[in-house]
T-cell receptor, first 110, second 114 residues
Framework: QKEVEQNSGPLSVPEGAIASLNCTYS??????FFWYRQYSGKSPELIMF????GDKEDGRFTAQLNKASQYVSLLIRDSQPSDSATYLC??????????FGAGTRLAVHP | AAGVIQSPRHLIKEKRETATLKCYPI?????VYWYQQGPGQDPQFLIS???????DKGSIPDRFSAQQFSDYHSELNMSSLELGDSALYFC?????????????FGPGTRLTVL
């Protein structure tokens, strides 16, 4: 079992809809969680990070963390075709290493 | 804003050769991380340095070594290259207490081993 699990997708949503991406983690000691967006052949780009239980909003993005359920999610409102990418959920394990999930491919169609 | 710089961007090597990848962190960042991403895979943590000392170690082969220099840039040295080493190698950097600070990724070095 991977330490960070994601549904590989693809997740297909129409333009303007809400995309919901989910992630679970196995190490209860993990404190920090990150969502990265990665276009094919490019480097991961930080979208959101969250440390505390609850919701954190930044523009069209909302990250949610539930430590009791070991669950992290990312909501993308008003999805655009340019949001089509692979979304990587990551947790900090140990001192400072990021452990990534396998990523969820999101496809936003016009 | 300045970003993480990696060089070279592309590298082609033969089996059993050596390669050196360089990473220049964002100014004032004191921590660098190296990740390897194979085709269709998620990035795998290799190693990290904080204030020029190794701070964490992941699945880095013994054939690889890395260090961080006094100007905070880092180099990943890879010897006896194998076909399976072909991948994208990302460097990331952060500032301060690492586990609470975001890591920003460089553009990557695409290594192809023939």
């Amino acid at each position: 079992q991977k330490e960070v699990e994601q549904n590989s997708g693809p997740l297909s949503v129409p333009e303007g809809a809400i995309a919901s991406l989910n992630c679970t983690y196995s190490d209860r000691g993990s404190q920090s969680f990150f969502w990265y967006r990665q276009y094919s052949g490019k480097s991961p780009e930080l979208i959101m990070f969250i440390y505390s239980n609850g919701d954190k909003e930044d523009g069209r993005f909302t990250a949610q963390l539930n430590k009791a359920s070991q669950y992290v999610s990312l909501l993308i409102r008003d999805s655009q075709p340019s949001d089509s990418a692979t979304y990587l959920c990551a947790a900090i394990l140990g001192y400072n290493k990021l452990i990534f999930g396998a990523g969820t491919r999101l496809a936003v169609h016009p | 804003a300045a970003g993480v710089i990696q060089s070279p961007r592309h590298l082609i090597k033969e089996k059993r050769e050596t390669a050196t990848l360089k990473c220049y962190p964002i100014p004032r960042h004191d921590t660098v991380y190296w990740y390897q991403q194979g085709p269709g895979q998620d990035p795998q943590f290799l190693i990290s340095f904080y204030e020029k000392m190794q701070s964490d170690k992941g699945s880095i082969p013994d054939r690889f070594s890395a260090q961080q220099f006094s100007d905070y840039h880092s180099e990943l040295n890879m010897s006896s290259l194998e076909l399976g080493d072909s991948a994208l190698y990302f460097c990331a950097s952060s500032f301060g207490v690492p586990s609470y600070n975001e890591q920003f990724f460089g553009p990557g070095t695409r290594l192809t081993v023939l």
